[in-house]
């Protein structure tokens, strides 16, 4: 059967030769250039060549922690790390709106007894993309922290950069 010039809805096309074609989910092999795709861009542009970035804390130790929740420390971090492929996520869509941004965001944040964000602000960022970090102290402001009697602030450094799509592996 002959697939060229064929319109990926959804899933994906083999062509029998090694190539497959994809609609939503991203591949590590070649996009054939005589399909195309719905959803996303094929032509050897789809979603195997999309931007990706990273999210990191710089190092536990730039993590600041003023309060009566400076003795759970490590569940404020794990509540950081269990939250971070959100801003993953923020971080790549932005990507795909202005390539090869990055930057370091540091956020102070006002943290509650319940453990919710009472306040969060950016204290200095390096991206000098506003909206990309408007839409960080946005979703920052919706974690929830470990409940603590009176709760504290909490300074974190983020750092965003991107990372080139996987290289094509021959078979």
């Known amino acids: 059967m002959d697939t060229a010039g064929v319109a990926a809805l959804y899933g994906c096309i083999s062509h029998g030769n090694g190539r497959i074609v994809c609609g939503k989910r991203p591949i590590d092999t070649v996009l054939d250039t ?13 979603f195997a060549n999309k931007a990706k ?24 971090l794990k509540a950081i790390r269990e939250r971070m492929p959100g801003l993953r996520h923020i971080f790549n869509k932005h990507l795909n709106i202005k390539p090869e941004f990055n930057g370091t965001v540091i956020l102070d ?12 602000v950016i ?12 839409e960080i102290v946005k979703a920052v402001s919706r974690w ?28």
Request: charge should be negative; include cysteine.
């Open 144 to 171: 929830k922290f470990p409940k603590s009697k009176t709760g504290g602030n909490v300074t974190i450094p983020f750092t965003f950069q991107e990372y080139g799509p996987a290289p094509f592996k021959e078979n």
């Open 34 to 46: 005589s399909a195309k795709c719905l959803y996303g861009t094929c032509g050897g542009v789809g």
């Open 109 to 120: 944040l006002k943290i509650a007894a319940n453990g919710a964000v009472e306040n969060a």
């Open 123 to 134: 204290k200095s960022s390096t991206t000098d993309y506003p909206e990309f970090d408007g």
């Open 53 to 76: 970035g990273e999210v990191t804390v710089s190092g536990e130790s730039d993590v600041e922690i003023i309060g009566e929740i400076f003795n759970s420390k490590p569940l404020v």
